[in-house]
Nanobody, 132 residues
Framework: QVQLEESGGGSAQAGGSLRVSCVAS????????????MAWFRQIPGNQREGIAT????????FYADSVKGRFTISQDNSKGILDLQMDDLKPEDSGVYYC?????????????????????WGQGTQVTVSS
């Protein structure tokens, strides 16, 4: 069973920066980590989780939602099972709970169209609050 644990987040003013990290563990074999679509979702109260950034661990192929493109950067350290999200030029609408998620994918298909229903492994979430 894959375990995901987020850290980071917190509070910032508009225009500032924050970083959230996710440590993934529990893979049967280390090499299985190279067959995963890793994602960051965020959720605003009353809304569904929005997939904002993904990376396919095998190829490094990256997707960003339009709402964060140019401001957020997703990165990975496959050797340590770490997934990071650097968030710059933050806006109040970036506030929410940020979740790390993972799903097995032998080809990476669909990794650039993240849908929360496709992901079976989730972290507990970490709060990000951006004030104006």
């Amino acid at each position: 069973q894959v375990q995901l644990e987020e850290s980071g987040g917190g509070s910032a003013q508009a225009g500032g920066s924050l970083r959230v990290s996710c440590v993934a563990s529990g893979f049967t074999y280390v090499r299985y980590y190279t067959r995963y679509c890793m994602a960051w979702f965020r959720q605003i109260p009353g809304n569904q989780r929005e997939g904002i950034a993904t990376i396919y661990t095998r190829s490094g192929s990256i997707f960003y939602a339009d709402s964060v493109k140019g401001r957020f950067t997703i990165s990975q350290d496959n050797s340590k099972g770490i997934l990071d999200l650097q968030m710059d030029d933050l806006k109040p609408e970036d506030s929410g709970v940020y979740y790390c998620a993972a799903r097995r994918s032998s080809t990476g298909d669909g990794c650039n169209t993240p849908d929360e229903r496709d992901f079976g492994n989730w972290g507990q979430g970490t709060q990000v609050t951006v004030s104006s």
